[in-house]
Antibody, heavy 116, light 110 residues
């Protein structure tokens, strides 16, 4: 079955960067986009961007452009998210999900806390 | 891109039906049939229950159905069960080739 397993929780200081990984199994990795969605504590879902595992194509939310970087490593069946210049408002659970326009499988989530 | 608009909460008794609305604009829901709905239980990852306005993924109960009219999409859950109590989020593809989510609706089964 399709499974997405994310890396563990992170605590970062303001201004630092964080990397979250998402390892896929159970399907042909290069046939799908991987999207990243975050959820601040007690809040709704926010789409951050999507990366094609086929050709590395990128789509990202305008408010995060310049700070968010998404890549895939097809040999390791892994998608990676890097968020730079962290601020306290970046504290959230970060999810990877399979798909571009709808997301049919989700990772378990990675808590990123930004605190001085 | 502004978030899609959902009611903050809805409630109903077991066995009843509810409908959750999701209002967007001509830049998202009004242009594309790429509306999805997600169910999120407490402290869990979201789960896709409806995609492409009205399609159900394999394994999702046929008590869940979706529709769209103009700039507004709707999720209907019939024959409510206690296990349906959750937060529900809609999303849509946009003309900017991005995805926008609704603010979420808390469903309480009385």
């Amino acid at each position: 079955q399709v499974q997405l397993v994310q890396s563990g929780a992170e605590v970062k200081k303001p201004g630092a960067s964080v990397k979250v990984s998402c390892k896929a199994s159970g399907y042909t990795f290069s046939n799908y986009w991987i999207s990243w969605v975050r959820q601040s504590p007690g809040q709704g879902l926010e789409w951050m961007g999507s990366v094609s595992a086929h050709d590395g194509g990128i789509r990202s939310a305008q408010k995060l452009q310049g700070r968010v970087f998404m890549t895939t490593d097809t040999s390791r069946r892994t998608a990676n998210l890097e968020l730079r210049s962290l601020i306290s408002e970046d504290t959230a659970v970060y999810y990877c999900a399979r798909g571009l326009k709808s997301f049919d499988s989700w990772g378990q989530g990675t808590l990123v806390r930004v605190s001085s | 891109q502004s978030a899609l608009t959902q009611p903050a909460s809805v409630s109903a008794s077991p066995g009843q039906s509810i409908t959750i609305s999701c209002t967007g604009t001509s830049s998202d829901i009004g242009t594309y049939n790429y509306v999805s709905w997600y169910q999120q239980l407490p402290d869990k990852a979201p789960k896709l229950v409806i995609f492409d306005v009205s399609d159900r993924p394999s394994g999702v109960s046929n008590r869940f159905s979706g529709s769209k009219s103009g700039n507004t999409a709707s999720l209907t859950i019939s024959g409510l069960r206690a296990e349906d109590e959750a937060n529900y989020f809609c999303s849509s593809h946009t003309t900017s080739a991005t995805v926008v989510f609704g603010g979420g609706t808390k469903l309480t089964v009385l």
